[in-house]
């Protein structure tokens, strides 16, 4: 390829990409602005959103309601302990079934991959009646414990650890480390960038979680974020209502908005590792 | 050790299980619809303050609690209309003490023994059958037994710009629309209007929501006479009575006399915007619409009319009429101090009903329809015939619900010309009969 056609190329590159991102940020640039408008002159007509006045009064009925802040709460609860477990319990798995020797670990391995191809419908009725049975609904126990099967997780970090050479382990055993040594303080550090990627996607995945929460917690207390918003929409809300939903919307994304500005980064890699696998 | 890692989670996970208060008030779990609106009415405990569905019943809880504080109410407030959560719920063992429930629906619940009856709680309640409106009776009326405390009912509506009737010379010599009385009169009149506006003469809804074309099929499928529903197993749309009314509705759209392209919310903002003649609405959107009516600045400034759906075919009078309720779901659990305290709950909405009727609805007793304060409301005259002739769909028809949408599906696809009329009547009734066989 020519000089000038690498030139080209990029500036035309750099052009569709430039619009379809554009394209992208128009809806949530148009979910911004409405929630910056009264509802009253929404029913009547969205147009009055590119014109004066807007006001912050969707905001702070927002904060105005005591319950959004325990949504907020409870969403950060769910997701930062599902985070946690997923990462703990998938380092434990895929370094078990990267590393030791068992009866039957291979077997269990495709047992646990088949995870991978069940969607979460088909046994949504057998999950609900366990956790009836259990007298669990209703908390966070119950918000968090189903996420913490994470197949995907596994398999990500099983591979994560086959990767990584069985020298190091070796050294670290020679110079009298236990398993359990070897396994949290020499490998479990290599795996930075799987942890990250599986934190992040484990992370998005139960804050933007809605069906389990909605079959599972119906307390209003125990409702997350997601699933509050649900609720406090009126029977016709995207004419009555729109601007404080619309401000919903915005107060639901700022957390993940502020998570990604902060952990841009880890978050490029994660995807780009991702898409590598 | 291993363990040690394992002991923070495990013992957060307890302690935030554990989490709780000690309260010796009686709680009842009262579990609705119609939004949420705590940071405009969280504090407010008198309902004539409070404007709309949501204002109105979260003031009346409030108001209910101030007046009772040996009670206390947990207020679940769900995604409209509510059902999987409650199904949800009563799977769980679980279920709230009172549930709001459309009448459409509660035969179903009923159908599966999943209510409990209330007819023999009506006298602690200060109140006989009789008290209910026809309409309303029958809509918490299944196999001879009241199953629910209705609060209000409701119907679908014409709501009408009567500014832009007068530019089409559709109204009478008091400045009353006019209404068409049959459909060849309909099509006239939107002839008339179209040409004398450039403007629809018909705002429903075309696309996405289904409920809609659901209920304008179904109220002129009634107005023919004949029952849609013969037996609880059967439905009868495919006939020529339904081939009449879906090549009406295809003739008022493909004569452009409808709008196109408009979910609910578009809908109501063309309304309000003036761009049409007619809106297929529901009684809930009265006040909202007479408020506009009195806005200098709203195109309906001086010029809002309400009137149920006209008469357009030869059968007797009638209008489709739905409601909300109060049901009791059945807990095992549920102790006789919370079962009296539910009670209370409910005894203070049907003294209370005339606040809710402020919404637009149609008030569930006769003692408030009769009286001076509830028709003095604005346009309650011109629409109150509908608590004399609205009968719901008959309550031997146990899936509604999913009826309305498959309905609404086949007669969206056939007056939009995505389907021809016979192929959407004939899977119209072959769905509806699956579902309705498969309970």
Redesign the interface.
Known sequence: MSSAAVRRVPRAAVIGVTMAAGLMVLPMLWVLILSLKDSSAL????TTAFSPPWTLVNY????????VAVWLLNST?VSL?MT??VL?LSSLAGYGFARLEFPGRNILFIVVLFGLAIPEQAVIIGR??L??AA???????AL?MPGLSAPFGVFLMTQYFRAIPREIDEAAMLDGASR?RVFWRVLLPLTVPAQATLGIFTFFHAWNDYWWP???A???DMLTLT?GI?????????????GFLMAQAVFAGLPVLIIYVIFQKYIVRAVAGAAGQ | MPLRYLAFPLAALAALSACGERDDRTEITVQRFFGACQAEYGDVIDPQEAEGECGIITAMINQFEAENPDIKVVENTVFWPGYDQLTSQIAANGPPDVVTMHSSAIPDYEARDLLEPLGEDLPALGLTADDFTAAARAGVTVDGEVMGIPIDVWAPLWHINLNLFREAGLVDSQGRPIMPRSTEEFLEHADRFVEATGKPYFIQVTTKDLAGPSRIFQVYMMQQGDPVFPDPRHADFDNARGREVLKFMRDVYAGGYSVRDQDYAANVSAFLRGMGGILVDGTWMVGQFDAAAHDPDSPLYQGYAVRPVPMMFDGPPVSLVDGHNWVMPRDSSRTPEERAAALRFLRFFAENDFQWARTGHFPAYRRIIDSAQWQGLPHRDDIAIITEIGQPLPNYVRRQAPIELIVGEEVSAAFTGAKPIDAALRDMERRTNDVLQSF
Not at chain 1, 43 to 46: E, G, I, L, N, V
Not at chain 1, 60 to 67: H, L, P, R, T, Y
Not at chain 1, 135 to 141: G, I, P, R
Not at chain 1, 230 to 242: D, I, P, T, V
């Open positions: 029913m009547a007509d969205t702070a009925n927002i904060v105005g309601d005591g319950q609860i302990l946690g477990g703990f609900h009646q956790f009836a007298e669990m609904h209703n908390t966070y126990t968090v359990f909605l079959i599972s119906t307390n209003r699933v649900a609720a406090s929409q009126q029977n016709f809300a995207q004419a009555e209502g729109l």
